[in-house]
């Protein structure tokens, strides 16, 4: 059965940082893009970034780039999504999903099949 999993999310104060893992229980490479997306109380779930197999190509949505970064960690079968910088408005529960299609990076949660059950990330003073 395939299945994602989330991890690291927790509670910061604003400009601390955070790191999330996205693992898979077989390989996260058998992916062709790994997704992150977030949904805040009262809001859609947005799309925040995505990572590519093949040339490990990212993208990122306006509101995170410059202070989130999406990568891979090999040793531990895993994409990780630093974000540095963290503010008040990143509180959401944050998801890693993935798809195993050819094709790019997507915002749109459509372009994926599979998806964790998210972790809490709560930025608070």
């Known amino acids: 059965q395939v299945q994602l999993f989330e991890s690291g999310g927790g509670l910061v104060h604003p400009g601390e940082s955070l790191r999330l893992s996205c693992s898979d229980s077989g390989s996260i490479q058998d992916y062709t893009v790994i997704g992150w997306f977030r949904q805040a109380p009262g809001k859609e779930r947005e799309g925040i970034g995505c990572?590519?197999?093949?040339?490990?190509?990212?993208w990122y949505d306006d509101s995170v780039e410059g202070r989130f970064t999406i990568g891979r960690d090999n040793a531990k079968n895993s994409v990780f999504l630093q974000m540095n910088n963290l503010a008040p408005e990143d509180t959401a529960v944050y998801y890693c999903?993935?798809?195993?299609?050819?094709?790019?990076?997507?915002?749109?949660?459509?372009?994926?099949?599979?998806w964790g059950k998210g972790t809490q990330v709560t930025v608070s003073s």
């Open positions: 999903a993935g798809d195993r299609r050819t094709g790019g990076c997507g915002k749109s949660a459509r372009r994926y099949n599979y």
């Open positions: 990572i590519t197999r093949r040339s490990n190509s990212t």
